[in-house]
């Protein structure tokens, strides 16, 4: 049963990031950056309001930690900066994760936050090959697999099962965790063998001087060569900044720039109901 303050808690924390995934899924994947400001003000006042003492400490560090991990994907372009301060926001309003509404296993105290990127995370691995193979599949897109791909996505997935195995003999594990690693185990290894048709269908390929700051470049699907001669003008990397735009928009050498990325502050959101009703996943997969 939730306390009141934590009622309070988990209605901010559950109407905010629904207005998240809704810019991101209806704006472009752009998510204003006033609001994002004005969230991490909710954000601190919740944490203010609500906690103090050793809580308020914990709550201020995990947020802290979280954000300077967010920086550091951000500039080597693994995450939107969108998302990074979004993460920031969630810990500031729940720093530990609470008992679960529809699950009885306990938690350790791990830290909320832990629990939605575990969460999101798995929400977006299960959903990007469905969605760029089936529901988003570009007409004429014929990037078929290698045997290379085909042979490391067996591997993963032989991997993933002795991964199953182990757990079952040790720890133990669940049919809820045992259906839960078979479909990780499933999707991961589609994702491998189709990997360069799910990321064609990421990016669009345009020229330097369309470039925006923030934007991703997929610079796995660039050969060698167009990356030394952008690294002769700028110093050149996943993430577009000022400078790099500045530095290489007279090239007419076309990139691949991720403008039709998946939205995930909607995976966080979904990762955000997950942990609330069933906790931890990786908890509920040794424990339930």
């Known amino acids: 049963m939730l306390l009141f303050y934590q009622i309070v808690e988990v209605a901010v924390l559950l109407v905010i990031a629904f207005v998240y995934a809704i810019f991101d899924v209806f704006n472009n994947r752009n998510v204003p950056n006033l609001f994002v400001y004005f969230t991490l003000i909710i954000g601190l006042a919740v944490a203010l309001i609500f906690n103090s003492g050793q809580l308020l400490l914990l709550d201020l560090g995990i947020a802290a ?18 998302d990074a301060l979004e993460f920031v926001f969630v810990s500031l309003v729940l720093p530990l994760q609470l008992e679960p509404l529809w699950s009885s296993t306990y938690q350790f105290n791990v830290p909320f936050i832990i629990s939605v990127m575990i969460a999101a995370g798995y929400t977006a691995l299960v959903f990007i090959p469905i969605y760029y193979l089936g529901l988003r599949r570009k007409a004429g897109e014929k990037a078929a ?144």
């Open 65 to 82: 930690i979280i954000a300077l991990l967010g920086y550091l994907l951000y500039r080597f372009g693994f995450l939107g900066g969108g």
């Open 145 to 288: 697999p290698t045997m290379k791909n085909v042979a490391l996505g067996a591997l993963f997935f032989a991997a993933y099962m002795i991964f199953l195995l182990v757990l079952k003999f040790t720890v133990g594990i669940s049919l809820i965790g045992i259906g839960l690693i078979l479909i990780l185990a499933l999707v991961s290894s589609v994702t491998i063998i189709y990997e360069k048709r799910i990321y064609l269908g990421m990016v669009s390929f345009i020229y330097p001087k369309e470039l925006e700051e923030g934007d991703m470049i997929a610079v796995n699907l660039m050969s060698g060569g167009d990356i030394g001669a952008f690294n002769k003008k700028t110093r050149f990397g996943r993430l577009a900044t000022k400078k790099m735009i500045s530095d290489i928009k007279g090239m007419k050498v076309k990139l691949p720039v991720y403008r039709d990325s998946v939205p995930f502050s909607l995976f966080i959101f979904i990762g955000i109901i997950i942990s609330l009703l069933f906790g931890n996943l990786i908890l509920a997969i040794v424990n339930l």
